[in-house]
T-cell receptor, first 115, second 115 residues
Framework: DGGITQSPKYLFRKEGQNVTLSCEQN?????MYWYRQDPGQGLRLIYY???????QKGDIAEGYSVSREKKESFPLTVTSAQKNPTAFYLC??????????????FGDGTRLSIL | AQSVTQLDSHVSVSEGTPVLLRCNYS??????LFWYVQHPNKGLQLLLK??????LVKGINGFEAEFKKSETSFHLTKPSAHMSDAAEYFC?????????????FGRGTSLIVHP
């Protein structure tokens, strides 16, 4: 079945440590997105990419970094500069053609906590 | 510019009674609108979408929504709630902006279903 796989499901970060969240999709979608979800705040966009080797900052990019070396993969690194990383992180993908009509497909998320 | 407001942070209903989750939007262009459902510790699943065809849109699990341009609303309804409908619901607007189609999410409405 086609879909988006996020790993790990749970992740713990120590002070001063960088951690990387994995997102892989086999839907052949060009666009991929990373969101942060905190209780009562909905989804906030961290980074997005509409094509391989290109990505743009979202609303809350500070303290995060991404890469898009392959169409299927869009890993997110939470750096030590992100002082409040505890949250639920969601990866999504979508078709770029007829962009406004296209829904996003979501993974099942990674919950990141501070040790 | 685009925005979306979910008018209720929580909605509580009894099993078997109707559900109404309210969503108002703002967009400079003709938008597409989506409703997603999220169960605890899961990703978002598409319920339905409006893409300028029929104004009454039917989705999965008996949900439907009506696009009302004059009221800038896209409320989600279901005739009879089931216990399994208890979840978080997100209204999303998507319209062209600077050549990209980045969606804007509402803050979510938590649906509580009492037996």
């Amino acid at each position: 079945d086609g879909g988006i796989t996020q790993s790990p499901k749970y992740l713990f970060r120590k002070e001063g440590q960088n951690v990387t969240l994995s997102c892989e999709q086999n839907l052949n979608h060009d666009a991929m997105y990373w969101y942060r979800q905190d209780p009562g705040q909905g989804l906030r966009l961290i980074y997005y990419s509409q094509i391989v080797n290109d990505f743009q900052k979202g609303d809350i990019a500070e303290g995060y970094s991404v890469s898009r070396e392959k169409k299927e993969s869009f890993p997110l690194t939470v750096t030590s500069a992100q002082k409040n990383p505890t949250a639920f992180y969601l990866c999504a993908s979508s078709i770029v053609g007829q962009g406004v009509f296209q829904p996003q497909h979501f993974g099942d998320g990674t919950r990141l906590s501070i040790l | 510019a685009q925005s979306v407001t979910q008018l209720d942070s929580h909605v509580s209903v009894s099993e078997g009674t109707p559900v109404l989750l309210r969503c108002n939007y703002s967009s400079s262009y003709s938008p597409s609108l989506f409703w997603y459902v999220q169960h605890p510790n899961k990703g978002l699943q598409l319920l339905l979408k409006y893409t300028s065809a029929a104004t009454l849109v039917k989705g999965i699990n008996g949900f439907e929504a009506e696009f009302k341009k004059s009221e800038t609303s896209f409320h989600l309804t279901k005739p009879s709630a089931h216990m399994s409908d208890a979840a978080e619901y997100f209204c999303v607007v998507r319209s062209p902006s600077g050549g990209s189609y980045i969606p804007t999410f509402g803050r979510g409405t938590s649906l509580i279903v009492h037996p």
